[in-house]
C-alpha cells in the first residue's frame, strides 16, 4: 500500500468514495487506480477487509446482486466524515504530492530504460562488428570465391533484422504502456541479463 494511505487514511478515503455513489469492490479499485493514474492500485486483499471492518461498524451496507456485492455509505459513515473533514482535506492534498512524485519517479525510470535500449542496441551493434571482424581474422576462407559479404552472411543479416525489431518492439512497449515502478525495474534487470548473456556467448 502507498504510504499516503497509512494509519488507516484508505479507510476514510473509501468512506469519501462512497459517498460519491454505491459501488461494488472492483470499482473502487479501479477509481483509486485513476486517482494514482495508474502508478498504483490496491489489491482486492487490501480492499475488501476494509469495506468488511467498515460495515461491521455500521459505517458501510452491501446489497448482493449476481454474486457481486455493492456498497453503500450509511448516515453513521456520513456523520463519521464530516467529523473527520479536516484529515479528508490534508488526505487529498497527500494524495496529490504522491502522486506528483509518482509520475516523476516513472518518468526517472522510463528514461532510464530507453537510456537501458540505447545503450543495448549500442553494445549489441558494436558485439555484431567484433564478431564478423574476429570471424573474418581466425577463419580460412572456404574453397573458390567467397560471398560478396563474407562467410555466413545471412545469419549476421538475419541477427541485425532481429536485433532492429527487438529495440523497436522494447521502445513501442515503453513509450505506450504505463508501467510501474516495480515492472520498469523487472524491465531493466531483463535487459542488462540480456546483455551480460551476449557479452559471455561472443567471449
Known amino acids: 500500500m502507498t504510504a ?13 468514495l462512497l459517498d460519491d455513489g454505491p459501488k461494488h469492490g472492483y470499482e473502487l479499485i479501479r477509481l483509486l487506480e485513476d486517482r494514482f493514474l495508474g502508478l498504483y492500485a490496491p489489491s482486492a486483499g487490501t480492499i475488501y477487509p476494509r469495506l468488511q471492518r467498515l460495515e461491521a461498524e455500521g459505517l458501510v451496507s452491501h446489497t448482493a446482486a449476481g454474486g457481486r456485492k455493492t456498497y453503500d455509505i ?40 530507453r537510456g537501458s535500449v540505447r545503450d543495448l542496441k549500442r553494445e549489441l551493434s558494436e558485439a555484431t562488428r567484433q564478431t564478423r ?8 576462407p572456404p574453397p573458390g570465391p567467397a560471398p560478396a559479404d563474407g562467410p555466413h552472411a545471412a545469419l549476421l543479416d538475419e541477427f541485425d533484422k532481429r536485433l532492429a525489431g ?7 512497449l515503453v513509450r505506450t504502456r504505463q508501467f510501474s515502478d516495480t515492472q520498469l525495474r523487472t524491465a531493466i534487470r531483463l535487459l542488462d541479463g540480456a546483455l551480460d548473456g551476449l557479452r559471455r556467448l561472443l567471449r
Open 74 to 113: 450509511t448516515d453513521a459513515g456520513r456523520d463519521e466524515l464530516r467529523q473527520r473533514a479536516g484529515e479528508l482535506t490534508a488526505l487529498e492534498a497527500d494524495i496529490a504530492a504522491s502522486v506528483a512524485d509518482l509520475s516523476t519517479l516513472a518518468g526517472e525510470i522510463r528514461s532510464e530504460v
Open 166 to 172: 527487438f529495440t523497436t518492439e522494447v521502445s513501442r
Open 133 to 140: 571482424r574476429t570471424r573474418w581474422e581466425t577463419q580460412a
Open 4 to 16: 499516503v494511505f497509512s494509519h488507516g487514511r484508505l479507510r476514510l478515503y473509501l468512506l469519501k
